[in-house]
C-alpha cells in the first residue's frame, strides 16, 4: 500500500513537472482588459492598447510561433512593449517575424528592461536593432501623439529594477492635457510614479510570480519593493492601499508577460498579452 501511494505521489509530482514546463509556458492566452478612467477624453473611448511584455526572443520556435498567430488577428491603436525584449543579439530578428502581421495605427513603443542590459550587445546596440525592427525606444523620454486631434502622451523610463529609471527627466515638457500613458518595465516604478500627473501605467518583469500556490499565491515577484504586486489590473482603491497613500486617479496593469530565460516553468500562470480598452467614466 505504501509502494502504491509513493508511486501515485512520484506520478502526480512528475505529471506537475511536465505541465509546469511543457505545457503552461505555451498556453499564450488574449487577456481582454476594460480599464475606465474619469476624465479619459471624449475621443479617447474606446481606445485599445496591446500591451506585451518579457518577450525574451532568441529564437523563432513553439511560444514565438503561437505569439505570431495571436498578434496576427488583433487590431490595436497602439502596442505597448514593457522591457525584456531580446535574450540573444538574433533576438531582434525574430522579433521582427513575430510582429510581421500586427501593425498597430500608432505603431509599437518599447521600454528596456533589466535583461536587456545582459544581452550579448550593449544596451546602444539592442536599442539601436529594435528601432530598426520598427520599435520606439523611450528611454527616460516622451513622445505626444494626436490620435483624433487629442493629446496622448507615452511617457518611457529606463528600467525601475536596475534604478535607471528617471521620471523628472521622462516627463519633462510633457504637452498639457490629454491622457498621459506611462510605461517601464517593473512595478517598482509606482514609488516614484504615482502621484505624478499619469493616467495609466503598464509594466511586466514579474512574469506574475510565473509559479503560483493555490491561496499563497506566487512564489517570488523579483521586485526591490515589496508592494504585493503581482499581476493583472488595479485600480486607484487596491493602488493606494499597496503604496499606504491615496493616489487617486491612478492605473496600473501588469502583464505577466510571454517568456523568461533558460528556463520557463510556469504554474497557474500562463503567458499572456492584453489588450486594453480604455473607457471613459468609472469603474463599474
Known amino acids: 500500500m505504501v509502494n502504491i501511494l509513493g508511486l501515485v505521489a512520484a506520478l502526480a509530482v512528475l505529471g506537475l513537472v511536465v505541465y509546469g514546463f511543457l505545457i503552461e509556458p505555451y498556453r499564450i492566452q488574449l487577456s481582454r482588459v476594460d480599464i475606465h ?26 511560444l514565438e510561433r503561437k505569439l505570431s498567430e495571436l498578434l496576427s488577428g488583433i487590431q490595436a491603436d497602439l502596442c505597448a512593449i514593457t522591457g525584456d525584449l531580446l535574450n540573444a543579439p538574433a533576438g531582434k530578428e525574430v522579433l521582427r517575424r513575430v510582429l510581421g502581421a500586427f501593425a498597430p495605427k500608432l505603431g509599437i513603443f518599447a521600454v528596456p528592461g533589466n535583461g536587456d542590459y545582459k544581452s550579448a550587445i550593449s544596451i546602444s546596440e539592442c536599442i ?15 513622445i505626444t501623439l494626436l490620435p483624433n486631434g487629442e493629446n496622448l502622451s507615452i511617457i ?5 529594477f536596475l ?21 517601464a518595465h517593473s512595478p517598482d516604478i509606482l514609488v516614484k510614479a504615482a502621484g505624478r500627473p499619469v493616467d495609466l501605467i503598464l509594466v511586466g518583469h514579474t512574469h506574475g510570480g510565473q509559479v503560483r500556490i493555490p491561496v499563497i499565491g506566487p512564489l517570488w515577484l523579483h521586485c526591490r519593493y515589496r508592494l504585493g504586486i503581482s499581476g493583472g489590473y488595479y485600480g486607484p482603491e487596491a493602488l493606494s492601499r499597496a503604496l499606504k497613500r491615496d493616489v487617486r486617479g491612478l492605473h496600473v496593469y501588469v502583464n505577466r508577460g510571454v517568456a523568461s530565460g533558460l528556463l520557463n516553468p510556469r504554474f497557474i500562470c500562463p503567458p499572456e498579452v492584453a489588450l486594453i480598452t480604455l473607457h471613459r467614466g468609472f469603474q463599474r
Request: glycine letters at 14%; hydrophobic letters at 35%; one cysteine or more.
Open 37 to 62: 478612467i474619469e476624465g479619459l477624453p471624449e475621443s479617447l473611448d474606446g481606445f485599445k492598447i496591446c500591451h506585451l511584455s518579457d518577450t525574451h526572443t532568441s529564437q523563432y520556435g513553439r
Open 128 to 142: 539601436g536593432e529594435l528601432e530598426q525592427a520598427g520599435i520606439h525606444i523611450l528611454q527616460n523620454s516622451s
Open 156 to 160: 518611457g523610463v529606463d528600467d525601475p
Open 163 to 183: 534604478g535607471l529609471d528617471d521620471v523628472d527627466r521622462a516627463m519633462s515638457g510633457l504637452a498639457e492635457g490629454g491622457f498621459k500613458l506611462l510605461l
